[in-house]
């Protein structure tokens, strides 16, 4: 018997590429032609780039963000920049320190940037991220908000209906965030 691939659902899911450009060989122009418009959000466009190591996007609001490594991007020193459109659809850009992010007070985005330097990428731990945005009620990407406390209070959430391995994968995901601020603040 042959297996032709991993099937969900009695069906083989389909195979997504697309070609990656490296950052930091990207011109401002090269920029520009690496984004993919994903959706409208009224009369805006709401863009992601294909070469982000993260990209998410709200069409609530109409902002959308990109996280890539900064140039002079170490371990030493995690700085990243974060590109993208905000609510009025102006670009941005801004770079961040994911040595000094505090989850207690911080912005989604920086919370993605947390995610991102301590290798949470998966749709799993991006989930538990949207969730605890969700709890703290945040409008914008760039509100600052306690989400280690919403994080926290989703996985009480998630203690109450008996969804264990939620909880549990909400916690590890907690204590990775906590113990790389401790270690970094």
């Not at 401002?28 to 863009?47: P, S, W």
């Not at 040595?99 to 912005?107: A, E, F, Q």
């Not at 985005?109 to 949470?120: K, S």
Request: net charge negative; aromatic share 8%; with cysteine.
């Amino acid at each position: 018997m042959a297996v032709s691939g991993i099937t969900i659902s009695g069906m083989t899911p389909s195979v997504q590429t697309s070609q990656n450009i490296k950052t930091d060989q990207a011109s401002e122009k090269d920029y520009k032609n690496t984004v993919m418009k994903c959706v409208r959000a009224g009369d805006q466009d709401v863009l992601l780039c294909s070469d982000a190591l993260m990209s998410y996007a709200s069409p609530q609001t109409g902002e959308s963000v990109n996280i890539y490594r900064a140039e002079n991007y170490s371990k030493e020193n995690p700085v990243y920049l974060i590109r993208g459109l905000d609510a009025s659809g102006n670009p941005f850009e801004q770079e961040v320190d994911a040595g000094k992010i505090d989850p207690n007070h911080c912005s989604y985005n920086e919370l993605m940037v947390l995610n991102v330097e301590t290798g949470h990428t998966s749709p799993s731990d991006y989930l538990h991220a949207v969730a605890a945005r969700d709890k703290a009620g945040a409008g914008s990407y760039f509100d600052k908000m306690d989400y280690l406390s919403c994080a926290k209070a989703v996985m009480n959430d998630m203690k109450t209906v008996g969804s264990w391995d939620t909880y549990l994968a909400c916690s590890k995901w907690i204590d990775s965030l906590l113990k790389y601020c401790s270690e970094n603040i």
